[in-house]
């Protein structure tokens, strides 16, 4: 199940650097969906039910991520730990417009900005999950060293 969370998060991460000239809103809830995925593909890896998963982090990204760390994951990145923060509940960008809400705050963030912090959330768990990458991945020639 982990493995597949991992594969569902690049193919989520995938989708999101096809919306380059969308919304912010559709950018963050998308960057939700990818980071949620992929934290909780590390999660399911080291011994969390996925059933307690729903009950207890549920669509928190924040939360996610620092259990995450918790268990080993090692991802201590002040920008990463921003977005999670805006991410949560990740719902919220889905239809900030509607019901006469108020638009959630970016923390300033672009799209420019949000790629690279998911690239690297999902190279880290590539790395540390060891989860082969997903048929068909390749690297894009801007993500290579």
Known sequence: MSRVRYHRAESFFRTLE???CGRTSDTLYLAGIVAQLGLSAHLLDVGFPDDWCARHIGLRVTKALTYANATGFGHECAD???LADVLTPYWVWRRPHLDGEP????????????QPLL??????VHSVTGHPRPNGWHQRRDDRA
């Not at 638009?103 to 949000?114: A, C, R, V, Y």
């Not at 690239?119 to 880290?124: D, P, S, T, W, Y």
Request: charged share 35%; glycine share 8%.
């Open 80 to 82: 990463m730990a921003r």
């Open 103 to 114: 638009t959630p705050d970016n923390g300033g963030f672009t799209i420019e900005q949000i």
């Open 18 to 20: 096809r919306v380059r």
């Open 119 to 124: 690239r690297a959330l999902l190279e880290r």
